[in-house]
């Protein structure tokens, strides 16, 4: 079962950018499909984005201001986040899960990395 961990995380004035990084720590990506998930205090954890093979998906909150990649040498998948605003405040959690069925919901992930802290000032 891979293990997963995250970085990247800080703090950052609106229009800014990020970059997050999800690293398997045992066993490898190859196998597995990998999302990008937040969670705001007081809200429900949503979907940001899925590497899913050779698919990429998003949530339209996020389009075209983040990006999902993975670097197979590294054995990580990143989110690099353009343009921040403040609602993309958050928790931000990597997720996995075996197989590319384009999971969107966090319900249907097994493994969950510890979150990174991601705030956008105004």
């Known amino acids: 079962q891979v293990q997963l961990v995250e970085s990247g995380g800080g703090l950052v004035q609106a229009g800014g950018s990020l970059r997050l990084s999800c690293a398997a720590s045992?066993?490898?990506?190859?196998?597995?499909?990998v999302g990008w998930f937040r969670q705001a205090p007081g809200k429900e954890r949503e979907f940001v984005a899925l590497?899913?093979?050779?698919?990429?998906y998003y949530a339209d909150s996020v389009k075209g201001r983040f990006t999902i990649s993975r670097d197979n040498a590294k054995n990580t998948v990143y989110l690099q986040m353009n343009t921040l605003k403040p609602d993309d405040t958050a928790v931000y959690y990597c997720?996995?899960?075996?197989?590319?069925?384009?999971?969107?919901?966090?319900?249907?992930?097994?493994?969950w990395g510890q979150g990174t802290q991601v705030t956008v000032s105004s």
């Open positions: 997720a996995a899960a075996r197989g590319f069925r384009g999971r969107t919901g966090a319900g249907e992930f097994d493994t």
């Open positions: 045992r066993g490898t990506f190859s196998t597995y499909e």
């Open positions: 590497w899913s093979g050779v698919s990429t």
